[in-house]
C-alpha cells in the first residue's frame, strides 16, 4: 500500500460526516480542557480571603511598609491553612502560586470596596 492511498483514505474518512463529528469533539473536548484550566490558588480562595481581610485589621494604616507587612501576614496565613488542609508544607512553586492568588485577590476586594 502506497502512501497517496493511505493519505486519501484517511482524507475520505475525515470528510464524512462521522470524521467530521469526530474531529469537532476533539476541538471540543480540548477547548473544554483549556477553559476548565484554572489556578492552582483558586482552590484555597477562601482561605485567602480570610487572609487578606486578618492582614488588613492587623496590620495599622499607619505602619511602615504596611502593604509588605499585610501581603507577609497574609502569606504566612494561607501556608499554614495549606499544611493543615494537606498535612505537608507548600514548596517553593505552590507558596509562589498562593502569593500571586494573595495579590489578585487583595485587587478584587479592594475593587469590590470589601476592605
Known amino acids: 500500500m502506497n502512501w497517496e ?3 486519501g483514505v484517511i482524507w475520505a474518512a475525515l470528510n464524512s460526516p462521522v470524521g467530521i463529528t469526530a474531529v469537532a469533539s476533539v ?7 483549556l477553559y476548565a484550566a484554572r489556578p492552582e490558588w483558586q482552590a484555597y480562595e477562601g482561605a485567602i480571603i480570610r487572609a487578606v481581610q486578618w492582614a488588613e485589621r492587623e496590620i495599622p494604616s499607619d505602619a511602615e511598609n504596611k502593604h509588605v507587612q499585610r501581603a507577609n501576614h497574609a502569606l504566612q496565613y494561607v501556608l499554614k491553612a495549606y499544611e493543615r488542609i494537606n498535612g505537608k ?5 505552590m507558596a509562589e502560586q498562593l502569593a500571586q492568588g494573595i495579590e489578585v485577590t487583595h485587587v478584587e476586594l479592594e475593587a469590590a470596596n470589601v476592605l
Not at 508544607?89 to 512553586?93: F, G, K, L, Q, V
Request: aromatic share 14%.
Open 27 to 33: 476541538a471540543l473536548w480540548a477547548l473544554n480542557k
Open 5 to 7: 492511498i493511505l493519505v
Open 89 to 93: 508544607r507548600a514548596d517553593a512553586w
